[in-house]
């Protein structure tokens, strides 16, 4: 009985891990997609660089990301707006989340 107990706690705290892992390694090459095949037409590299960028923090950069995808009517949904935001805070920005 005890034995069964000890397994089932570590399959449901292993089990939970591996699923939280399994979904960050999904996102993150997700916001790559999303950025490079919508984004990364009209943007260079350059304007996540420049001197006068509207971007100051996590929560900046979500915001333009959100802005960005109305103006070019993508139709992208909280998830696909936080996984581009993201991929260009670990490549540019390295600003801490709110996580």
Not at 52 to 57: F, N, R, S
């Amino acid at each position: 009985m005890f034995q069964r107990l000890i397994l089932a706690v570590l399959f449901v705290l292993f089990g939970n891990f591996a699923n939280a892992e399994a979904q960050l390694i999904h996102n993150a090459p997700r916001g790559e997609l999303l950025y490079s095949t919508h984004c990364i037409a009209c943007h260079s590299t350059q304007v996540h660089w420049r001197e006068k960028k509207l971007v100051t923090d996590w929560a900046s950069l979500q915001s333009e990301v959100q802005r960005w995808q109305g103006i070019a009517k993508l139709g992208w949904n909280n998830e696909d707006v936080e996984d581009v935001a993201r991929h260009l805070n670990t490549i540019y920005y390295h600003y801490p989340t709110s996580d």
